[in-house]
């Protein structure tokens, strides 16, 4: 629903100059794009694989003040209420003693075309942010948006399929050509000191330091979770209790969809004295439960390995394995990679016959920021790779994802993708161009060939002859460019205009679209459409 006239007006008449400090750093590219220069010449060891940020911690390394301006508010139209609350600050402000409270308007209205299918697609997302803390020490937030859409023809055909939006909610059909959907996100987060601090949440998480993540990704749609951070000199330990929902389960008419629960262990270690190089590793158990089994207390125990754990229970659970790295070559080139093991028999791998539960990704990627001693001109490449198989397990209740949705690339298995973007940024201004580029091989004729990582791994053909696109060879390529203009920085409110050519083709399959958009919104999180 549209916000009712009179709440807003009380709203406005509420307002004061106050600023309100928000305890997570919202998870959006461009925002990180922006601290990515001085990120990359932190020597103080600040842990960037972590995400989201918690912003007290962001504050030691990144003037935020500086990197956030606004350039051009000198006239006296910004000293206005008007002007201010348009260009600078949060639509209500509120500092009561120990208590700062923001609102602020959420939206995403974006108009488009697709000129090689003449399909025209909008997007129309309404909703409100609320941010506040007390004492500095308690701080929480919420956000709701209700959207309507028509979506490229290839997003709504895996709507359709799914009845998810990618990284969004369940879809109401309002008919033939429109969609209907909600996404609600919130949490309460307690910093006890600089060494310890919580986070209760419904919200996505993201661990690595590239585009993807082949780990833990904000691909799927938010869920709940209880996150403890604990640092202590060059260590961080991230703890991640929570649980998600299984879609491809019919839904019981008395407890809705089944439940699966999830604990992930990351351990972020920074090396040698100017911390330019950083280790990571990752653990994570999924399981579903059982009217004899209920809830895994083993799971709880935030020091013990999970995989020696879910073997010794005699579990049927899904326990990975991971590593994360980031060398920092120097002030403004940095090396990242990743490592994720689902099942890894040596010997296996060694007689080269193609194994099935040969499982295994990696990530390998580049950042260069500054390039050509450019201020704000930004260069990343990243290649993916990622087995047959990997991800799956015997159900949709303990294979790697949540709502439909893959936890790590959107790809699914069986795929490599190269992924590249330029971007530059002069005062208000920013152009991105970018280019993707991925072959996979698709599951056909019935058969799972280790592509679709909600199906059955013990429904395969045989357990051998397994290589690399194994199914459907299938190419994806897409290029895009984007301009947007920003108009406030408190909730990166930007003016927006692009355009996506995508091409997608295998033996039975010849897709392409070319699609020019324009559009205002509040940049506040990822979506991927890029699959």
Same mark, same amino acid.
């Given at each position: ?40 010449? =932190? ?13 007290? =911690? ?39 003693? =120990? ?433």
């Amino acid at each position: 629903m549209l916000m009712r006239p009179y709440f807003l007006f009380i709203l406005i008449i509420l307002s004061q100059a106050a600023t309100a400090q928000e305890f997570v750093f919202p998870l959006n590219r461009d925002l990180n794009t922006r601290m990515g220069s001085q990120l990359a010449a =932190d020597t103080t060891g600040f842990h960037t694989s972590i995400f989201p940020y918690v912003t007290t =911690d962001l504050d030691s390394v990144v003037n935020r003040d500086e990197t956030f301006s606004l350039y051009g508010c000198e006239s006296s139209f910004y000293k206005t209420w008007i002007g201010r609350k348009l260009r600078k600050e949060h639509l209500l402000n509120v500092d009561a003693d =120990d208590l700062r409270l923001s609102v602020d308007p959420v939206f995403n209205l974006q108009l488009g075309r697709d000129q090689r299918n003449s399909r025209n697609v909008f997007v129309n997302t309404r909703g409100v942010l609320v941010q506040g803390n007390v004492s500095n020490k308690f701080f929480f937030y919420s956000s709701f948006h209700e959207n309507q859409a028509r979506y490229l023809g290839y997003i709504d055909s895996l709507v359709r399929r799914n009845k998810v939006v990618p990284g969004q909610g369940i879809v109401k059909f309002l008919d033939d050509e429109k969609l209907d959907f909600s996404v609600a996100t919130g949490g309460m987060g307690y910093r006890v000191n600089r060494h310890f601090d919580f986070l209760l949440a419904q919200d996505r998480l993201f661990i690595g330091d590239g585009y993807r993540s082949l780990l833990l990704s904000d691909n799927a749609y938010p869920f709940p979770f209880l996150r403890a951070n604990m640092t202590f000199w060059k260590f961080r330990y991230s703890v991640i209790y929570s649980v998600m929902q299984d879609l491809q389960t019919p839904p019981d008419r008395n407890v809705g969809y089944p439940k699966k629960y999830s604990t992930f262990h990351y351990l972020d270690i920074n090396v040698g004295k100017r911390n330019r190089l950083t280790l990571g590793i990752f653990e994570a158990v999924i399981w579903k439960p059982a009217a004899s089994r209920g809830y895994e207390l083993h799971y709880l125990n935030p020091f013990l390995f999970l995989r020696p754990v879910e073997n010794s229970i005699g579990s049927p659970d899904n326990a990975l394995l991971g590593l994360n790295a980031r060398w920092k070559i120097s002030r403004s080139h940095v090396v990242y990679g990743q490592l994720m093991l689902d099942e890894f028999l040596l010997d296996e791998v060694r007689s080269g016959k193609g194994w099935w539960g040969n499982k295994q990704a990696f990530q390998l990627g580049y950042k260069s920021f500054n390039l050509f001693a450019v201020k704000q001109l930004n260069f990343q490449t990243e290649f993916n790779f990622v087995r047959p198989f990997m991800y799956q397990h015997r159900s949709s209740s303990q294979n790697y994802s949540h709502y439909s949705q893959p936890l790590a690339h959107p790809l699914g298995a069986d795929f490599y993708e190269s992924v590249s973007f330029l971007n530059y940024r002069w005062r208000n201004f920013f152009a991105e161009v970018r280019f993707q580029y991925a072959r996979a091989g698709k599951d056909t004729a019935g058969f799972n060939l280790g592509n679709d990582i909600f199906l059955d791994y013990d429904d395969r053909p045989t357990d051998y002859g397994y290589y690399m696109l194994t199914g459907l060879k299938s190419t994806l390529s897409s290029y895009g460019v984007r301009f947007n203009y920003l108009v406030n920085p408190k909730t990166n409110f930007v003016v927006e205009a692009g355009a996506d050519f995508r091409y997608y083709r295998n033996a039975v399959d010849d897709q392409s679209s070319r699609y020019f958009y324009f559009g205002l919104r509040t940049s506040l999180e990822n979506y991927y459409f890029d699959f």
